[in-house]
């Protein structure tokens, strides 16, 4: 089982024993003798032949694939290795401003991006392109000014979005825009 789960996820695993008699290691032996190799057909074979709900089923099928194994620092440096490297103190200047917002600010890395939470996601740091990180923000009903503007396409998590090309960027308004965020989730 992975090292490192936010709160959520470790509830749930620790859940799927109580409910089921069986460890999340033990459904994860279940899971890969079936040989089943898509993630669908993994999940609808658990609900249909060992009568997982749809959520179990799909922790199980998930973690079956490797989900969790990588700790959130390797997350953190696959996102800004090669051409993306530069990119990094944009992401540091983020994640150090959000940390003096309160103790229970929660740095959860995903494969591309990061998310900012408190009792919800308030922002989403991405290294979009090889010299631009995105800083997206949860600010619902408030329109877009000077360095704000709407997510568009960018993320569905997310109201707005930030354009930073440098760890320069992360200025005042930038931060004054990421406690706002902060301050309503």
Do not use: C
Request: hydrophobic share 40%; net charge neutral.
């Amino acid at each position: 089982m992975p090292q490192e789960v936010d709160a959520a996820t470790a509830t749930m695993i620790r859940n799927l024993e109580e409910k089921t008699g069986k460890s999340l290691d033990r459904w994860l032996a279940v899971a890969r003798s079936s040989g089943i190799e898509k993630h669908g057909d993994l999940v609808k074979h658990l609900k249909a032949d060992h009568g997982l709900t749809h959520g179990y089923a799909n922790l199980v099928a998930l973690y079956s694939r490797g989900y969790g194994e990588d700790s959130g620092e390797d997350l953190v440096a696959a996102q800004y290795a090669g051409e993306k490297r530069g990119l990094r103190p944009i992401y540091e200047a983020i994640v150090a401003a959000a940390r003096t917002f309160g103790d229970d600010v929660e740095i959860a890395p995903k494969k591309t991006s990061v998310s900012l939470r408190r009792s919800k996601q308030f922002a989403l740091v991405q290294p979009s392109t090889k010299t631009r990180v995105d800083l997206g923000i949860q600010l619902k009903g408030v329109e877009p000014q000077g360095k704000l503007e709407a997510s568009g396409s960018f993320s569905a998590m997310v109201s707005h979005r930030i354009r930073l090309e440098s760890a320069a960027d992360v200025d005042d308004e930038v931060v004054g825009w990421l406690r706002r965020a902060y301050g309503a989730a």
